[in-house]
């Protein structure tokens, strides 16, 4: 098969690694790509949402398969655009359909189909201009933080979470108005879940499903879980808590409602779910769906998958993944991320990056990264995820840390107490 990675971060390097493993490849291309995908695969000039350039390319080459990264190209349709072009529609696109992706794309759809479909989840209430007095009144009733959320994407920017009532009405004022444009002409309020945090992963076809692996991740630039949010410090799988008797209610009462919510409303789906969980002594509570791959999540989830992953891939493309067979690695998995000194506030790129062939006992995944001058150098916020495998959570991040601190570019910085609150 001849497949095309659509994105450039560290998830679409660790699904190439991954991909490149399989029988079933003829030929890789990731577009845009990273320095690290290009030892790999072929990297494309191509922008993900720029649909026709796509197109062309995947005619010219004899793409077999479209597996799409971020969450952009399905929000705006890529794989409706494959089905209604008669010259591509017969080659397989890996990501939901334009209404699945609402999913993620509008958090009042999935708080609807939550409650539709009996999924547990925080109550909440959706605000734009026309019920503004609606909205402060159901602030009045909730006790604080409130959270409050824009319904469309806003680059993982879009939520809020105040203590102040008063504070928390002057945003909800502030949002609608255009805080976070368009995004947020409809804001979501939400009950506040007080737990701990984790993600759970799947693939489906839209029938069936394989339940992947359950992540954890750390969203704050500072150690302690302090300081502004990033796109992902560092992730942990599998999580210590997330016993089997926890995972069996999520399976219970949040995947297979999910998956037969899907084919009741029948939005067709074929792609990952990433589902956002607070565990609630012991209770799980959905705060999120995501229509993709989490990043830094995939650098440890795709380790730990030891069936094909391009043969899985093809399965969900035919709806049979229930006949085939899949099996995931029992050992931990961690990843700790290398950002740009500045990140998540201005940053310089171009910082060459050294001693990455020292590196030993981890894999590197590379996610801002380019070549330039036959040197690797940063090309974004996050650069680097080191990832390593180890018969426990600890003895993973003495491996990951150790390589983490052997890599270097001026500016690096890295959460040392990735795991701290699971010890």
């Known amino acids: 098969m001849k497949v095309l990675v659509l994105g450039s971060g560290g998830r679409e390097h660790a699904f190439a690694w991954k991909i490149a493993q399989s029988s079933k490849l003829e030929k890789l291309f990731v577009a845009p790509g990273n320095a690290g995908t290009e030892e790999l695969a072929e990297n494309v000039n191509i922008n993900p949402n720029d649909f026709e350039k796509v197109k062309t390319f995947v005619l010219e080459n004899g793409i077999n398969m479209v597996i799409v990264g971020p969450e952009d190209p399905l929000v705006n349709g890529i794989h409706d655009f494959f089905l209604n072009d008669d010259a591509i529609k017969a080659v397989p696109v890996i990501g939901p359909e334009k209404l699945g992706a609402q999913l993620e794309g509008s958090k009042d759809f999935s708080k609807e189909f939550m409650f539709r479909h009996n999924i547990p989840t925080a109550k909440y209430k959706s605000i734009t201009a026309e019920n503004l007095e609606d909205g402060l009144t159901f602030l009045e009733g909730l006790k604080a933080p409130y959270v409050l959320k824009a319904d469309g994407l806003a680059a993982g920017k879009g939520v809020l979470i105040i203590s102040d009532l008063e504070e928390a009405k002057q945003s909800l004022k502030e949002m ?62 599998p999580v210590p808590f997330a016993t089997d008797d926890f995972m069996q209610k999520v399976e219970d009462r949040v995947i297979v409602p999910t998956i037969e919510g899907l084919q009741k409303d029948n939005i067709p789906y074929k792609g990952f779910i990433f589902i956002g969980l607070m565990n609630i002594d012991g209770n799980p509570f959905v ?53 740009s000194g500045g990140y998540p506030e201005a940053y310089v790129n171009g910082k060459e990056i050294k001693n990455l062939n020292k590196v030993e006992g981890s894999l590197v995944f590379h996610a801002g990264t380019t070549n330039s001058n036959d040197a690797v150098v940063t090309n974004g916020g996050r650069v680097i995820s080191v ?14 840390f150790k390589n983490a601190e052997l890599i270097d570019f001026e500016g690096k910085y890295y959460r040392k107490d990735i795991g701290f609150d699971l010890k």
């Open 287 to 339: 705060i999120e769906y995501n229509v993709r791959m989490g990043d830094p999540e995939t650098e440890v989830i795709i380790p730990r998958i030891k069936s094909d992953l391009l043969d899985l891939m093809d399965a969900v493309s035919k709806q049979e993944l229930d006949k085939v067979n899949f099996e995931m690695d029992d050992r931990t998995v961690t990843t700790v991320m290398l950002v």
């Open 176 to 237: 609608i108005g255009g805080m976070f444009g368009d995004a947020s002409s409809t804001v979501v309020i939400e009950e506040f879940l007080a737990g701990i945090e984790l993600s759970v992963f799947v693939l489906t076809d839209g029938k069936n499903y394989k339940t992947l692996a359950e992540a954890k991740d750390y969203k704050r630039i500072g150690e302690g879980d302090t300081g502004l949010n990033t796109g992902g410090m560092g992730a942990i799988s």
């Open 387 to 400: 990832s390593s495998y180890g018969d426990n959570m600890q003895a993973a991040l003495d491996n990951s």
